[in-house]
């Protein structure tokens, strides 16, 4: 396993239109995140799921974006009716969860969003 | 909710020490300290990790104070290729609540020849 992947790497679309971005997680890892990251800040946690179940979602995150992981590997992101504040870097981490052993978590190269 | 500050920036020369205090007066009992790194155009890469006393890896080391209200990341003889964002995370690991999550602005660290 060559870590976490992330597809695209980069999306342009237009304003209005749906976007969705896959993450594959390093296999044996049972958390995976999506964070976003904008120009000169750092990422900013968007949701987790621990296998198949979304645990925590960000209050940032507005009901035009779901997230999936329908059988506790993969994921998806969607974005409905994309907005060009919502261009930006959509970044996936996975871990592998450890209880109190804090946050080890292995990121993915990201997808590149380019709202015009 | 556990919230860390960090320098915005730092400069250093290569073959020099350079340290990184992250201030984090919450900090609960249960919370480990955690540092990443980020490249340009890459996600973040896991550096070090703590709870308390000094950790070692072959990449850097972490203090941390017996009141474990700071912590120092040390990065040894540093190299061009050490320049990138330093993030200082705070957080129990249980995964339940986002303030472990919370990446913060980092330290920009610049390393000259």
């Known amino acids: 396993d060559t870590g976490v992947s992330q597809n695209p790497r980069h999306k342009i679309t237009k304003r209005g239109q749906n976007v969705t971005f896959r993450c594959d997680p390093i296999s044996e890892h049972n958390r995976l995140y999506w964070y976003r990251q904008t120009l000169g800040q750092g990422p900013e946690f968007l949701t987790y799921?621990?296998?198949?179940?979304?645990?925590?979602k960000s209050r940032l995150l507005s009901d035009r974006f779901s997230a999936e992981r329908p059988k506790g590997s993969f994921s998806t992101l969607e974005i409905q009716r994309t907005e060009q504040g919502d261009s930006a870097m959509y970044l996936c981490?996975?871990?592998?969860?450890?209880?109190?052993?804090?946050?080890?978590?292995?990121f993915g190269p990201g997808t590149r969003l380019t709202v015009t | 909710l556990a919230k860390t500050t960090q320098p915005i920036s730092m400069d250093s020369y290569e073959g020099q020490e350079v340290n990184i205090t992250c201030s984090h007066n919450n900090i609960a009992t249960n919370d480990y300290i955690t540092w990443y790194q980020q490249f340009p155009s890459q996600g973040p890469r896991f550096i070090i990790q703590g709870y308390k006393t000094k950790v070692t890896n072959e990449v850097a080391s972490l203090f941390i104070p017996a009141d474990r209200k700071s912590s120092t990341l040390s990065l040894p003889r540093v190299s061009l290729s050490d320049t990138a964002v330093y993030y200082c995370l705070v957080g129990d690991g249980s995964g339940g609540g986002a303030d472990g999550l919370t990446f913060g602005k980092g330290t920009h660290l610049i390393i000259q020849p």
């Open positions: 799921f621990q296998n198949e179940a979304q645990l925590e």
């Open positions: 981490a996975s871990s592998l969860g450890r209880g109190l052993a804090g946050y080890e978590q292995y």
